[in-house]
């Protein structure tokens, strides 16, 4: 018997969020969509609202949460995506 399983956005956004927030410097998610998933013609793009640290090298925070996050993307889930966008909205103090 052949068929194909699929992993639903969700799950997706759920390892992209454990994904960046092991990155140093990062605080956390922002709002209650942190990460948005889209999947168009067997493409993922993940779009993650980040809170950084306070005196954080925000250009390196955001490379480093795009790696992070494809790397686990590809060995959790077999998804390569085509695209991680890291948007910063607040900084707060270090905790």
């Known amino acids: 018997m052949e068929g194909q399983a699929s992993i639903s956005a969700d ?3 759920r390892y992209a969020a454990d994904a960046a927030t092991e990155v140093e410097g ?11 998933v889209e999947g168009e013609n067997g ?5 993650l609202h980040l809170e950084v640290e ?4 925000i250009p ?16 959790m889930a077999d998804v390569d995506p085509a695209e991680v966008e ?3 909205d607040e900084i707060g103090p270090a905790t």
């Open 86 to 88: 890291v948007v910063v």
């Open 43 to 47: 493409s993922v793009r993940v779009e």
């Open 11 to 13: 799950i997706l956004a």
């Open 26 to 36: 990062v605080r956390g998610l922002v709002g209650r969509h942190g990460v948005k």
């Open 54 to 57: 306070w005196g954080a090298a």
């Open 60 to 75: 390196d925070v955001g490379r480093i949460v795009q790696e992070r996050v494809g790397e686990y993307l590809a060995h």
